[in-house]
């Protein structure tokens, strides 16, 4: 599965942001999708992740309530709401790809999109 992450951008605190994630591959609609995230200095972190039938979303603590992930199957595509956005959520956002189920292990996930950076200015 090859993945296109995009829409990460410059943003101030408490502003909302969206990012996509697309790929031309049928395997898609098998697959948990998850976003990680990886900050200057820092290990990659997983952020959320939507079941492939949409019937199960999981979050980090740190984003739960301000961040939501969803799935539109029918057009390959993923993506991550991110509202109220704080300095500490800067980092470089990467979705991944997992035929795993219910998994926010970064092992688990085969295929990864090129991350898209998101700034959140203070």
């Known amino acids: 599965v090859q993945l296109q992450a995009c829409g990460g951008g410059l943003v101030q605190t408490g502003d909302s942001l969206g990012l996509s994630c697309t790929t031309s591959?049928?395997?898609?609609?098998?697959?948990?999708m998850a976003w990680f995230r990886q900050a200057p200095g820092q290990e990659r972190e997983f952020v959320a992740a939507?079941?492939?039938?949409?019937?199960?979303?999981y979050y980090a603590d740190s984003v739960k309530g301000r961040f939501t992930i969803s799935r539109d199957n029918a057009k390959n595509t993923a993506y991550l709401q991110m509202n109220v956005l704080k300095p500490e959520d800067t980092a470089v956002y990467f979705c991944?790809?997992?035929?795993?189920?219910?998994?926010?292990?970064?092992?688990?996930?085969?295929?990864w999109g090129q991350g898209t950076l998101v700034t959140v200015s203070s």
């Open positions: 991944a790809a997992s035929f795993w189920e219910h998994t926010n292990n970064p092992a688990d996930f085969n295929s």
């Open positions: 939507v079941s492939w039938n949409r019937s199960v979303t």
């Open positions: 591959t049928r395997t898609f609609r098998q697959s948990t």
